[in-house]
């Protein structure tokens, strides 16, 4: 259950070659440390790794969108993606962070059995 932090660059070659997992995708630098650790948490809990794309990267060009690196999702969310195509995704701001570890972890488990799992 290992969430890597992908520079930019980095997340485009993973989109482009792969494609397919979960991707973070963090704005707010301020609830980031706070979404990680709930997100590091449920995805230990279901034994899945992720990649996370952080618009603060000193390497995120402020001309570019997360388009522009193969993400499609909206910011401040966890998303499911299946051959670079965004499947389904859950957004954080959405819970009361007391329920954000089991909504995350019900997303993760739900998200591998659609799209995950032969």
Do not use: C
Request: net charge negative; no cysteine; charged share 35%.
């Amino acid at each position: 259950g290992e969430l890597e932090e992908l520079h930019p660059l980095e997340m485009k070659k993973f989109m482009k070659e792969d494609g397919t997992g979960f991707v973070m995708y963090s704005f707010r630098e301020s609830t980031r440390p706070v979404y990680m650790n709930e997100v590091k948490k449920a995805l230990k809990e279901n034994d899945v790794d992720a990649k996370e794309l952080d618009t603060n990267d000193p390497q995120f060009a402020n001309d570019k969108s997360q388009s522009d690196y193969g993400v499609t999702q909206k910011t401040d969310t966890l998303a499911a993606y299946k051959d670079g195509k965004l499947k389904q995704e859950i957004e954080f701001e959405s819970y009361d962070p007391s329920q954000l570890e089991a909504e995350l972890s019900h997303f993760i488990k739900t998200s591998k059995e659609l799209y995950f799992e032969e």
